[in-house]
């Protein structure tokens, strides 16, 4: 699946073309990435996506009923874009990450508009991160500084999906990897607010059987709750610290003898981390409990 456009996508089949097609039924959820099958229409000259090959591995979310959507399918990294402007909500950032570490994808922070420098605070974060695993390329969609440095990080043969807040300049990277693209690009693109906003997701094609997936902007993300690593709900300093947990059982909230909640206090976990693994238990049980008792079928 090259594209999708809410009941319209874009398929790519064996011999390379790129194919208009739809979903047979609407029960089928097809994403960006899938592997499909499809069927001929010949009667009403279409061609209809009938079945999703198995998934090797996706990225989900929840919805405000706090049931699973897919977002992209078999990824092999994320990269997790932000950038000086707009402030970067590092929240979102986490949550990204904490998808990805559940879903057992690799994922990477892309810092952009490097031109415009990374100020103390944000430069502490980025310290943060890389002393939790997570390490960061640094880049300028606008100079061109960096983006040979974002095409190494990605094996040959990867899977990448660009993820992040509106405005970070997801598109912009695409178009400046792949410059020959830019009407590909400049069809998924529309003007809001002043800027340039990526409206559907779409794949594309790199050196070396790379790929990579550019995404809609958010303003928030709240991962999948049965797609979260259920103790450490994706946090790498959670898995790592939670054996040192008095109770096999800890929530790594309020409960005695935490070795992650005492960490944080410690600043060895660091606190806004901490704040941010509370922020997404709390949500986990929000939507829990919005979502209710599954149905027996």
Do not use: W
Not at 30 to 54: F, I, M, N, S, W
Not at 170 to 179: D, N
Not at 251 to 261: D, N, T
């Amino acid at each position: 699946m090259v594209a999708t456009f809410g009941r319209h996508m874009t398929v790519r089949d064996a011999a390379g073309r790129q194919l208009r097609a739809r979903p047979f039924g609407r029960s089928l959820v097809v994403v960006c990435g899938d592997e499909v099958r499809c069927r001929a229409d010949p009667l009403h000259d279409e061609l209809h996506v009938v079945e999703v090959l198995p998934r090797r591995s996706a990225l989900y979310r929840a919805n405000a009923r706090g049931r699973s959507e897919p977002v992209v399918a078999n990824l092999t990294r994320l990269l997790v874009v932000l950038a000086p402007v707009p402030a970067p909500d590092l929240f979102v950032v986490d949550r990204y990450l904490a998808a990805a570490e559940s879903a057992h994808v690799g994922a990477t922070l892309v810092v952009n508009k490097e031109e415009l420098g990374v100020d103390e605070e944000l430069s502490a974060e980025l310290v943060a991160y890389a002393r939790a695993g997570y390490g960061a390329v640094h880049c300028s969609a606008h100079t061109g500084v960096g983006v040979g440095a974002l095409l190494a990080a990605l094996a040959p043969g990867a899977v990448a999906a660009l993820v992040g807040q509106s405005g970070v300049g997801k598109s912009s990277l695409v178009a400046r990897l792949l410059p020959e693209e830019r009407l590909a690009i400049g069809e998924l693109v529309r003007a809001e607010e002043g800027r340039h906003t990526t409206t559907a997701a779409r794949l594309f094609d790199l050196t070396e059987g790379r790929a990579l997936i550019d995404s809609p902007g958010v303003r928030d993300f709240a991962p999948a709750i049965e797609s979260l690593e259920p103790r450490s709900l994706g946090f790498v300093e959670v898995e790592r610290l939670s054996p040192g947990c008095r109770f096999l059982d800890c929530r790594h909230m309020r409960e005695p003898g935490c070795a992650v909640r005492a960490a944080a206090e410690a600043a060895t976990f660091h606190p806004r981390r901490y704040e941010s693994y509370r922020r997404l238990r709390r949500l986990r049980e929000e939507l829990t409990a919005v979502r209710g008792p599954e149905r027996k079928r």
